[in-house]
């Protein structure tokens, strides 16, 4: 077994192990980094969501257990900061909406 920042390496059994924060990254963005690695590795989300999360991928097709965990760890930053700037947004998407909307109704 390797240890390496929040990665876990276990290469016998051609694992790797990511702990997650949930208080940095929500269970959502887990989820969503977990969605985009299922392409190239087998995922399994364990854990407290309260404490700590901790994501198994065991990878498909020979890939390396290692660059697997830290794209994972990348995808866990591009998540959080695309839902940073969702939330950020929100507002100014409902007034683009509501005027398009009305502006659609006007043109009765």
Known sequence: ???????EIHEKENIVLVSV???IFPLQVVYSAAFVSME???VI?????????VVTLRPKEGRNPE????????ELVNYSVSMVESQRTM?????LIEKALLGHKGKK
């Open 91 to 95: 507002e100014l998407r409902k007034v």
């Open 45 to 53: 989300i364990d854990g407290n969501p309260e404490m700590e999360i």
């Open 1 to 7: 077994m390797k240890s390496i920042d929040n990665l």
């Open 21 to 23: 924060n949930p208080k």
């Open 40 to 42: 190239k590795a087998y």
């Open 67 to 74: 660059e697997l965990g830290r794209k994972f760890t990348e």
